[in-house]
């Protein structure tokens, strides 16, 4: 584990799976006391959720990029990391076709295995295929099986996180 004190954090800590460890981010202002019940806070956490299998590793994200890379995209895909991130709010991935990084969206760990399939496959063909979401694009994403269902599924779930809740009263 690797314990990272950053004086742009003020309150909170953050814990990040890397490898087979974990990178912990706390304020530089806190005693050696706090970091340790801090750092053992977030590891209970993070052991409670994977108990409850809500919490999934950057490495079998890879085995899994890998395999859906050779079943739908003939191994054309040029992954070089693919992870979890905590930033992303408004997408549920992101490449950098330069460099075959992938980024997928913490809001995905939760939802079906198939919807998260098919973010992978969106997120890898942008590796090997230039110019956005044109038709040669979008052919490769619907080799993958789901996408059509995984779209659905993500642009409901969008839709309800968007829109506000009303309450319900006499006069709705």
């Known amino acids: 584990m690797t314990v990272i004190r950053s004086a742009r954090r003020k309150k909170t800590a953050a814990i990040e799976a890397r490898g087979d460890g974990y990178v912990v981010r706390i ?7 706090q970091e340790r019940e801090m750092v ?3 590891l209970r956490r993070v052991e409670a959720k994977r108990s409850r299998g809500q919490l999934k590793d950057d490495t079998a994200l890879e085995r899994r990029a890998a ?5 739908y995209l003939e191994g054309r895909a040029r992954v070089s ?5 905590h930033n992303q709010r408004r997408r549920w991935g992101s490449t950098t076709p330069a460099d ?4 997928l969206s913490h809001r995905l760990q939760p939802l079906p ?6 973010v992978i496959v969106h997120e890898m063909v942008h590796t090997f295929v230039p110019g956005g979401h044109g038709p040669e ?3 490769w994403v619907e080799r993958y099986p789901h996408t059509a269902k995984a779209e659905g599924f993500l642009e409901a779930l969008s839709f309800m996180d968007e829109r506000p809740l009303r309450e319900e009263g006499p006069d709705t």
Do not use: C, K
């Open 40 to 42: 053992a806070s977030l």
């Open 100 to 103: 075959g990084t992938i980024r």
């Open 27 to 33: 304020p530089a202002r806190l005693t050696a006391r």
């Open 137 to 139: 694009f979008r052919q």
């Open 113 to 118: 295995s198939y919807v998260v399939d098919a």
């Open 81 to 85: 990391s693919i992870r979890w991130v």
């Open 67 to 71: 395999e859906l890379n050779q079943r």
